[in-house]
């Protein structure tokens, strides 16, 4: 099983381990289903636990709370 491990906003996590983006505002939506289909990363299967503020993540967001997310391909 391949796994890769992605540093993104900590915002997203519900809507990527959930699947459930009611409490996202519509530009964040928009900016997690870019990456999304620009890195097509596989199924969300876990999330750290402590959110760090990051100044950049993998998603190319601005400054914000991260955590490291685990997908599988």
Same mark, same amino acid.
């Given at each position: 099983?391949?796994? =890769?491990?992605?540093?993104?906003?900590?915002?997203? %996590?519900?809507? /990527?381990? =959930?699947? !459930?983006?009611? #409490? +996202?505002? !519509?530009?964040?939506? %928009?900016? +997690?289903?870019?990456?999304?289909?620009?890195?097509?990363?596989?199924? &969300?299967? #876990?999330?750290?636990?402590?959110?760090? $503020?990051?100044?950049? =993540?993998?998603?190319?967001? /601005?400054? &914000? !709370?991260? /955590?490291? $997310?685990? $997908?599988?391909?």
């Amino acid at each position: 099983m391949i796994t =890769n491990t992605y540093t993104l906003p900590s915002h997203w %996590a519900c809507a /990527l381990v =959930n699947d !459930d983006t009611s #409490g +996202m505002e !519509d530009e964040d939506e %928009a900016e +997690m289903d870019a990456w999304l289909a620009r890195e097509g990363p596989g199924y &969300c299967v #876990g999330v750290s636990g402590e959110p760090e $503020f990051r100044t950049s =993540n993998d998603a190319g967001t /601005l400054a &914000c !709370d991260c /955590l490291t $997310f685990v $997908f599988h391909r």
